[in-house]
């Protein structure tokens, strides 16, 4: 199955999801993880209309997408990595939605960043739903307070909320959760589901879902 084959595969499959849920499948959006592929392999997914991509690298994403760019102005990317703060300047320029606001420190740096740019990304808090020691994410039990701080103190819009559940554990505990902290909290976007799993983050309220290998293949 080549990459084209794969999106148009992946596009049925959320749609049917979608509306096996009783939901709009206009409500959830696909975001194309890109990651490791060059320029050669996401053109044709460009090509078939594909215009939301996500990047976990920013050094990564500035060496492809400003060309790209050039031939498609509608691109929306999206970074789905950890950001250091030496990249969160970059990161403001190049993306448009940031989905991994995952400390105090990045939430203050984008917000100084994002006003001396006058540039706005869409911003998703990443929640660590597993608690898992070794991965990125604010804990279950400190998003109400991350929230408050990225609002009150920062001044930071927050359109949603992102998780990586563990790999080794059942997802759906992890998609249900987040959905309850999103509603908790007051916001409507939802980042949840990757290849393996995306037609059950679906099913629970994913309103993106980040697929690459289910397009792209296998990554090297
Ligand atoms: C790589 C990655 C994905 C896509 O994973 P696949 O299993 O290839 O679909 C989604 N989200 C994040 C945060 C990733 O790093």
């Not at 939802?190 to 690459?212: E, K, N, P, W, Y």
Request: hydrophobic share 45%; net charge negative; aromatic share 4%.
């Amino acid at each position: 199955m080549n990459a084209v084959e794969g999106l148009r595969e992946v596009e049925m499959l959320m749609a049917r999801a979608a509306r096996d849920a009783g939901r709009d499948p206009a409500d959830v959006d696909l975001v194309c993880v890109s990651k490791t592929h060059d320029a050669a392999a996401i053109l044709p997914v460009l090509a078939a209309g594909c215009r939301v991509f996500g990047e976990n690298r920013v050094q990564e994403a500035a060496g492809k997408w400003p060309a790209l760019r050039t031939s498609y102005s509608d691109i929306q990317l999206h970074l789905i990595g950890p950001l250091q703060s030496n990249k969160v300047s970059d990161a403001v320029r190049l993306f448009d939605v940031i989905e991994t606001v995952d400390r105090e420190k990045i939430a203050r740096a984008l917000a100084d960043e994002m006003a001396r740019q006058n540039k706005f990304p869409r911003l998703f808090v990443q929640v660590n739903t597993g608690a898992e020691p070794q991965k990125a994410g604010i804990l279950p039990d400190e998003v109400k307070g991350f929230m408050q701080f990225c609002r009150e103190t920062c001044g930071l819009t927050i359109a949603g909320l992102m998780c990586i559940p563990p790999a080794d554990e059942q997802a759906s505990p992890h998609f249900a959760l987040l959905a309850r902290l999103a509603s908790e909290v007051g916001v409507s976007g939802l980042s949840m589901g990757m290849s393996h799993d995306f037609a059950l983050a679906i099913t629970l309220g994913a309103t993106q879902v980040r697929v690459g290998s289910a397009i792209f293949g296998a990554r090297g």
